[in-house]
């Protein structure tokens, strides 16, 4: 028989794309699906970027790119870094791939060895292809729990307890996802405190909701004295200027550069090339757009954070940032009598016409936290308002106890 590998068939997911399979599936049915699964800006990317991906285009620049990018795009990347997070980042260390999300598995496979034990430390909740891309290299998952009773931060001195011999990477991401929760510059200090006294350990740290803190600053871990050589700072062009689909993050770290270089090289090549010259204009031209963007989210959050919070059964912490609500709906799964959050998403999709994810589609429930869906708020204000008056009435019409 033709084989399948386990490493194959045991890959994970990114469990947005199967649930967006299902609505998509009833929209074509006629049903009327108010959507909040979906991770990308509502937003069509600017005019003035499409310009420039189409200039690059009739200019010819269509063959490979060298690996880590082109120069320009590396330069505009290094100053961005360089200003946007306070530190002096040059050019050569930053690499050019197809997303941010690349850089996963790129940082993974260059700081940890295959079926050696290496420990990987991630957020749970978190992004679902950090641990997959963890056991699919090779690595042993460590998960660190997030609490709602930190603000969806973790528990600094339990990661002290995780890291071992085995430890090579901390994976962090702020703001966050699926929580929303951004990690303020004290806990940040106390993580580089603790990370500093281990001479090989790495941290990535997913920054690409970095232009999305509503409430205060943006930090960088990589911004402590002694982190910037150890920190893969990943960030990109697809949520700050709605270009989800353009494929293009980036990467800094001044040892890492050359050997993700020689993952991509053996990998993609080279990302896409004219729309290097569509992120190269995206970061260099005028901002207003993208900023404009930006406070949409901040108002859509205020308004989907206080509606959630009137429906009965549905509490919601106010997030710090990116474009995530994450509801504890322990309550409401009580009220009509749904096992958990998952059976309430599904009801919620199927009664109310609401679509969300929920809990496990980013990891394991952590213990004594409750029942939680996200949504994601990067819709319309008249798609927030009726989602939560379908919740609101659903919740009222089925209630068993
Ligand atoms: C935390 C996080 N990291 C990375 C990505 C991927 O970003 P990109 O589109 O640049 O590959 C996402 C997208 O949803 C995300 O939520």
Known sequence: MLGISERTRSLGTENAFVVLKEVGELIRQGKDVVNFCIGQPDFDTPEYIKEAAIKAIKEGKTGYTPSPGIPELREAVAEYFSETRNIDVKPDWVVIANGAKPFISYTILSVTDYGKGEEVLYPNPGFPIYESQIRANGAVPVPLPLYESKGYAFDVEYMEKMITEKTRLLILNSPHNPTGGVLDRDILEQIADIVKRHDNLWVFSDEVYS????????????????????????????????????????AANEKLATHISRWITNTDSCAAHPNQYAALA???????????????????????????????????????????AWPNV??????????????????????????????????????????????????????????LNRIRRYIEENRVN
Request: aromatic fraction near 10%.
């Open 282 to 324: 995206a970061l260099t031209g005028p901002q207003d757009e993208s900023e404009k963007m930006m406070k949409s989210f901040k108002k859509r959050r205020d308004i989907i954070v206080e509606g959630l919070n009137k429906i009965e059964g549905i509490k919601c912490l106010k997030p710090g940032g990116a474009f995530y």
């Open 211 to 250: 232009r999305m803190v509503h409430d205060g600053e943006f930090v960088s871990i990589a911004s402590f004295p002694g982190m910037q050589e150890r920190t893969i700072i990943v960030d990109g062009v697809s949520k700050t200027y709605a270009m989800t689909g353009w494929r293009i993050g980036f």
């Open 330 to 387: 322990t309550e409401a799964c009580r009220l009509v009598g749904v096992k958990d959050s998952e059976e309430f998403r599904k009801q919620l999709l199927y009664e109310a016409g609401v679509a969300v994810l929920s809990d496990i589609h980013f990891g394991f429930k952590n213990e004594g936290e409750g029942e939680h869906i996200r949504f994601s708020y990067a819709t319309s204000e008249e798609n927030i308002r009726e989602g």
